[in-house]
């Protein structure tokens, strides 16, 4: 059976962080400096497609100086296809144990991603995930995602974790292989499936917050990333992909329905 936060045990844990970027200079240094005080914890796999607004100069700049990074370039097209590559990459490394992602228009919390790996330091767990919250462009946040613990039943109803904020140990990608581009946008979701409908993967859910930047998919990308949710079940259930496809998108408007709900009772507090 999954396991929840069971697991203990002191590891020295080594983290690959993977960035994949695009023309990402507007958000970048950001991201990159918000993991400044997790270098000795933390290994940057940075991988570029070909950008042409000065990423690539900065990245090669920046592996430079850190020393303990590396830059690679894109083979093919897609961000899966992106991250795959560089997954692939850490998972040679004797010095990586486990697998996360800094997305490049994404930032840490420093205080509480330190938590996170200390976290992450004392248990044995192989699948790790957390809150986080989302910030529009001038720094306001406008969405929660309070994840709360992993069961089964929630997972069949359409609950995953903030992809954002999982990080596995290296086994979890040996056993279960990378993410599926054939599912586009729903490629981190059909993979979270993949891992924790199996039951073999022990899962540990921790309170800190990572901060995600505005998403700017389009109603139409929206959907079809809809139908690629529901086909991630087809092929175990017919009845329970016609379910996801509509608790799903119901999970994402009740993170920002909280969020408007704790902003009224904010207010009704100071009147």
Known sequence: MTRLSHCTGPNATMLALVTATKNSMRTLRDALESAASFRHKVKHYLIDAASSDGTREYLESFVTTTRNSVLLSQRG????????????????????????????????????FAEYLSHIDSSRCAFFYSDIEYHDKHNRRFRVWNAGRFSTFKLRTGWMPPHTSVVVAKRIYHDFGVYNPAFGTAADYE???????????????????LVGGASGATLAARLRANAMDGRAWRNRSLTQ????????????????SAL????????????
């Open 241 to 256: 992909s016609l379910l996801i496809r509509v608790s799903k998108p119901m999970r994402k408007v009740l993170q920002f």
């Open 260 to 271: 408007l709900l704790s902003a009224k009772t904010t207010e009704a507090g100071r009147a």
């Open 191 to 209: 993979w979270i499936v993949r891992v924790l409908s199996s039951n073999r993967a022990s899962v540990s859910y921790c309170l800190s917050m």
């Open 77 to 112: 097209t897609g961000l899966y296809r992106a991250l795959n590559q560089a997954v692939t990459v850490a998972l040679a490394d004797p010095q990586v144990t486990h697998i996360g992602f800094l997305h490049s228009d994404d930032r840490l919390i420093s205080t509480q």
